[in-house]
């Protein structure tokens, strides 16, 4: 394992910065930019405390402004020591507060705020989507603690460092959400090399884009490969011998899947037991799925899908622990805010032309994490597992989506007239409530204050999972879906394969609120 290194500490700067102001509760703050718009937004952030976000520093490239006061925040030092001071003062979140910066400039400022353990935000936020002029009270929008219904937690910690740095890393599923995020901050902790897996040549194209400013399409950190295809997987894995896999290729749309479930056994079941085979073939030292919370009890060809793949590998890091030849675990995740596809898109995109917000229930309700949320939560358990565990996040009580709709309308400051919402019922597979472990999981803390485990037991693991997989396989394989669903409910006991669609409630709703 490589030694720990923390970023350089620029010279002259102070080890820790002046107390917060009395009675802040806020997360301490770094805001990059010592401008109009920085300067206003820290008087903003200052003045009002419900933004959760609590100024403690500024940096600005101007050496005219060093030392100065901005609304009563020092200017720390330039953008270039941005890792080194964010680890200095304890800085949990960076807000880039400087219009205009070109698109590389503002991912390496990401990056170097992601190396120290820091959440990023931006100035204007994913209120530009929407044609708003941004001013200072604009940064509302950016505390999600209102529509999460918790504060958010930042859960990666610079000793993250010490399972990436120096070592190949593989991301497969690179070029959705929660990949590319996952890639960005793998990037910053000094990866011998990262691998960039999808079947989508375009997701690759949008993320080296994204990541180097530039999409030559040459570099070998490009992989197009499915992971359904069995030779390809052992191929990659033969060349490229990775360290560190994080699995984050998946079908994740759960009605599609319901639809579909030999699509959604091949891909999440199949593809996640190819990975973990090769990646025991050819010594990965460890291996990461993500999972969802759909995974316990499931209900849903999605979730069911998903609890297989967590079992193949809990059951995998059983054996690989036995031999000493690697550690495999699994992360659990609510919905993710600002992934695509997720509700927070689906609903600014409602909002934005002007019809109905769809809402599945009056009464349902989801988790919700922000994307910082879920890349922390992979990062860290891939630096606390010990082989066979499903890491979870905890996050607080699960958040009414009619509350969400409301509070996201709120603060894009459209009136009660302005939205209406319409009632869809439950879609076939749907849960009204989720939750983040299974009746017969124990629920097991870890080194981190907010991240519980579940380790499998006899119990938990059938005693003939290969001989159930290879049956379930082959009826996927030749798109028997009744069979499929059959042979997930024979491998997942209490599994319902097929769950009612629940009528819009009859009784009457307003359409706004």
């Not at 990059?32 to 920085?38: D, E, I, L």
């Not at 049956?471 to 394989?477: I, K």
Request: charged share 20%; net charge negative.
């Amino acid at each position: 394992m490589s030694p720990h290194r923390t970023a350089a500490r620029p010279s002259g700067a102070r080890t820790l910065l002046p107390a917060q102001r009395a009675g802040s509760t806020g997360l301490r703050t770094l805001v990059v930019g010592a401008g109009s718009a920085g300067t206003a937004l820290v008087r903003d952030l200052d003045r009002t405390p419900e933004f959760g976000l609590q100024p403690v520093g500024v940096l600005d490239d101007d050496p005219g402004k060093a030392g100065l006061d901005v609304s009563g925040s020092p200017v720390l030092g330039p953008l270039a020591d941005l890792t080194g001071l964010a680890l200095a003062h304890g800085v949990q979140v960076v807000v880039l507060a400087i219009p205009g910066l070109p698109h590389q400039r503002v991912r390496e400022l990401a990056t170097a705020a992601a190396a120290a353990g820091a959440a990023v935000r931006y100035l204007p936020s994913f209120l530009s989507a929407l044609r708003r002029e941004v001013v200072g009270s604009d940064m509302r929008t950016l505390d999600v603690n209102r529509l999460i219904g918790r504060h958010e937690v930042h859960v990666a910690s610079p000793d993250v460092r010490t399972v990436i740095e120096g070592r190949r890393v593989l991301v497969t599923g690179a070029g959705g959400s929660i990949g590319s995020e996952l890639c960005r901050q793998v990037q910053a902790f000094g990866p011998a090399a990262l691998y960039m897996l999808d079947h989508d040549e375009s997701n690759l194209h949008r993320l080296q884009l994204d990541i180097w400013g530039e999409a030559l399409l040459t570099d070998e950190s490009l992989v197009i490969a499915d992971i359904r295809d069995r030779p390809r997987i052992q191929q990659i894995f033969r060349d490229l011998r990775p360290d560190v896999v994080f699995h984050a290729a998946a079908h994740k749309h759960l009605p599609l899947l319901e639809r579909h479930p030999s699509e959604a056994v091949k891909s999440n079941v199949l593809g996640t037991d190819h990975l973990v085979e090769a990646a025991l073939a050819t010594g990965v030292e460890r291996f990461v799925l993500i999972s969802t919370d759909k995974a316990a009890d499931p209900t849903s060809v999605l979730g069911a899908s998903k609890r297989l793949a967590e079992l193949i590998v809990q059951a995998n890091a059983r054996d690989a622990r036995n031999l000493g030849t690697g550690v495999f675990a699994a992360v659990r995740f609510g919905n993710v805010l600002g992934s695509r596809g997720s509700l927070l898109s689906v609903l600014e995109e409602q909002l934005r032309s002007g019809g109905p917000v769809t809402v599945t229930h009056p009464d349902v309700t989801r988790f919700f994490m922000t994307i910082e949320e879920a890349v922390g939560l992979v990062l860290e358990a891939g630096r606390m597992a010990e082989g066979g565990e499903v890491f979870v996040l905890d996050m607080g009580e699960p958040v009414r989506i009619v509350d969400l709709v409301h509070n996201f309308a709120e603060q894009v400051q459209l009136g009660a007239d302005e939205v209406e919402i319409r009632y869809t019922g439950l879609r076939a597979g749907e849960k009204l409530n989720e939750a983040l472990f299974s009746d017969n999981e124990e629920r097991l803390p870890t080194a981190h204050p907010r991240i519980f485990a579940t380790v499998a037991d006899h119990a938990t693991v059938p005693e003939d999972l290969a001989g159930g997989l290879t049956g379930l396989y082959g009826a996927a394989t030749v798109n028997s879906d009744p069979e499929v669903r059959e042979r997930l409910a024979a491998l997942l006991p209490g599994y319902q394969t097929a769950h009612p669609k629940t009528p819009a409630p009859a009784t009457p709703y307003p359409d706004g609120f």
